[in-house]
């Protein structure tokens, strides 16, 4: 039982290339979400799901698309990497029965 | 939307003593306050929550107490201890499945 995990651990980017961050969980829940924790800035909604084929933009959505294809899966995208979006990339998992987020172990992307 | 203002942003104290970190909110729909804690290069765990029903929950040293009217919640930590070092985020939702609004966080030190 892995909880949530998330590929890749580290990545590094060149601006304006692209990239997809995988969050993937096994506790079958339905509510899905993707933040950025940048320093002094807690953490911000990327976009979020509350279901397969469903997603809804969060706090900080633009430059970033998603895609919930399986009820597991979470993507994130960024299509023009640009050095604004260097940042630690968390993933969260929840259930409608409870308010409880897990988090994954999350990515930290640097883009130059 | 909603808005979480956390202070201070940096606490020390001696161990054994108390920390109190206070959050206010600005959404009178808010209804379910997390406090995470996130240790350096680890993922963000739930510590304790309190929801809007209830003004005061304890679990061992650590305590959250919440005033609806004046939109505040705090938490404290009673005995700290040097493993109580890490940064401390509280949070603001209003559902399950919608999203949550973090502070920007309280770097804990306690000083052995």
């Known amino acids: 039982n892995a909880g949530v995990t998330q590929t890749p651990k580290f990545r590094v980017l060149k601006t304006g290339q692209s990239m997809t961050l995988l969050c993937a969980q096994d506790?079958?829940?339905?509510?899905m979400y993707w933040y950025r924790q940048d320093p002094g800035m807690g953490l911000r909604l990327i976009h979020y799901?509350?279901?397969?084929?469903?997603?809804a933009k969060g706090e900080v959505p633009d430059g970033y698309n998603v895609s919930r294809l399986k009820k597991q899966n979470f993507l994130l995208g960024l299509e023009s990497a640009a050095p604004s979006q260097t940042s630690v990339y968390f993933c969260a998992v929840d259930a409608p029965t409870s308010y409880e987020q897990y988090f994954g172990p999350g990515t930290r992307l640097t883009v130059t | 939307g909603e808005n979480v203002e956390q202070h201070p942003s940096t606490l020390s104290v001696q161990e054994g003593d108390s920390a109190v970190i206070k959050c206010t909110y600005s959404d009178s729909a808010s209804n379910y306050f997390p406090w995470y804690k996130q240790e350096l290069g680890k993922r963000p765990q739930l510590i304790i929550d309190?929801?809007?029903?209830?003004g005061e929950k304890k679990d061992q040293r650590i305590a959250v107490t919440l005033n609806k009217t004046a939109k505040h919640f705090s938490l404290h930590i009673t005995e700290t201890q040097p493993e109580d070092s890490a940064v401390y985020f509280c949070?603001?939702?209003?559902?399950?499945?919608?999203?949550?609004?973090f502070g920007t966080g309280t770097s804990l030190t306690v000083i052995p």
């Open positions: 309190i929801r809007s029903n209830v």
């Open positions: 506790m079958n829940h339905e509510y």
């Open positions: 799901s509350v279901g397969e084929g469903t997603t």
């Open positions: 949070a603001a939702s209003m559902n399950t499945g919608n999203q949550f609004y």
